[in-house]
């Protein structure tokens, strides 16, 4: 018997989740600044979110399967994100609000060969320009 995909359900509970945990423990304030979040997940119908508010915070979040959701919020000045998917079926999403925002997205097609993850790190710890759009499209390995 197939079991149901949760993704969408999975990913309103992450959403909330986080938002309440945003809500204490990293509302706006002196002390949340410069945090970091790295995120991996490996394999079918994963939902990850990730909420930093503050300045000068970096969040990468990697996922590589089919059927996967990811997303970044950040709320302050001076942030970097970076979505990496690999796979089919995928959703993902960046949402920047404040000033000197980096926003790098890396999504491949399923089959191709992927793209490092320390690639997508890279763009967030070294990225300048704003609003950096990547849609990597490897070739295969022969």
Do not use: E, W
């Amino acid at each position: 018997m197939k079991r149901p995909s949760l993704t969408i359900p999975a990913l309103a509970l992450c959403f909330a989740a986080l938002l309440a945990g945003a809500a204490s423990a990293q509302g706006m304030g002196s002390r949340n600044i410069y945090n970091a979040a790295i995120v991996n997940q490996s394999g079918t119908g994963h939902a990850a979110a990730v909420v930093q508010a503050g300045q000068g915070n970096s969040a990468a979040l990697g996922q590589a399967g089919a059927r996967n959701a990811g997303a970044i919020t950040q709320n302050g000045n001076n942030n970097a994100a970076c979505l990496y998917q690999h796979g089919r079926d995928l959703t993902g999403s960046i949402d920047q609000y404040g000033d000197g925002a980096t926003t790098a997205y890396i999504q491949t097609r399923s089959g191709l060969r992927p793209v490092p993850m320390a690639v997508c790190v890279a763009q967030v710890a070294g990225a300048n320009p704003r609003d950096i759009a990547l849609s990597q499209r490897t070739r295969p390995r022969r």
